[in-house]
């Protein structure tokens, strides 16, 4: 009898750890844009490598277009762990306490993605990486999307042209400075409201990279597109930090090694999502495209630059002549 009763035991232990042993570790990887732009082609390219290269020991699920959490709400529940990456927009950051994100924000501080790469890759994108620490966030790495455009019901061509509209932004205090100096009123709304706050009227205008303009199909509801190139917009890879230290540590190394090719991959496609982007609004014909003079360039950057003053204690002294002497802009 004893011999079956540990025969019996020793089958369900084996058992058990059998279906152990088959449990992957799952990584709920939410965003808020769609599928066919550069983050979310990233985030499936690093689910992609992520359980090819850990043998399916992990298992990542997408969630795009806020299907699981929108903004506002993303990243308390990567704080609660009930999400375990995230890469919000780089202008997401203030409301976590983390200001200094901000320093992307500014209007023409980054000419191109050359630029804003000694910014990422040196050590102000390092710095800010480490501020994220004490919010129980790892930064893992930054990603592209594009230089911003802006959009309206109305032709939009100077400062004075944006008087009284309401635009949509996200939601960064340097970004409500950026539509103040255009004379016209910031509302910040989560990125999933925007087309039907357009639709409606709730706001006039926003701004953002072709990719997500007509991914969210906002040329169905914006009559004009002005080719600004005033701002940068990209992304803060980021896993909640227990979960992240948490992994086996041959998984961590696989993972880090899965997010440096599933970045690069990112980032070499960004540009030229956008662009397909803006050239499938100008076929759909429902926009019209809006290419700024030389002398309405200048005038807006004139009206835009003085945010950079107003935002240095914002953004940090230091980080932002650090970002200044990377992009040898001079304000
Ligand atoms: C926005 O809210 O406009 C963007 O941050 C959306 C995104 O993540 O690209």
Partial sequence: MKRFIALAFSVLALGSFTVHAQQPIVIKFSHVVAENTPKGKGALKFKEFAEERTKGRVKVE???????????????????????????????????????FEVFD??????????LHKVTDGP?????FRKLEGKGITGLAYWDNGFKVMSANKPIHVP???????MRIQS????????????????????SEVYQALQTG????????????????MQEVQKYLALTD????????????KFWEGLPSDVRTTLQGAMKDATRFANDIAKKENDDALEAVRKSGKTQILTLTAAQKAEMKKALVSVHKENEAR???????????ETGFKP
């Fill in 124 to 128: 102000v994108g390092a710095g800010l």
């Fill in 202 to 217: 709730v706001v006039d205008g926003t701004e953002n990279p072709p990719s997500n303009f007509y991914t969210q199909k």
């Fill in 62 to 100: 997408v969630y795009p277009n806020s299907a699981l959490f929108k903004d506002g709400e993303e990243m308390e529940a990567l704080q609660l762990g009930s999400v375990q990456m995230l890469a919000p927009s780089l202008a997401k950051f203030g409301p976590l306490g983390v200001r200094e």
């Fill in 106 to 115: 500014l209007p023409y501080v980054f000419d191109n993605y050359d630029e």
């Fill in 230 to 241: 005033h701002g940068y917009l990209g992304y803060a890879v980021i896993a909640n930090k």
């Fill in 315 to 325: 953004v940090g002294k230091d980080t932002l002549a650090e970002v200044y002497k």
């Fill in 172 to 191: 960064s205090k340097v970004l409500g400075d950026q539509m103040k100096a255009l004379g016209s009123i910031p509302q910040v709304m989560a990125f």
């Fill in 160 to 166: 004075a042209d944006y008087k009284g509209l309401k």
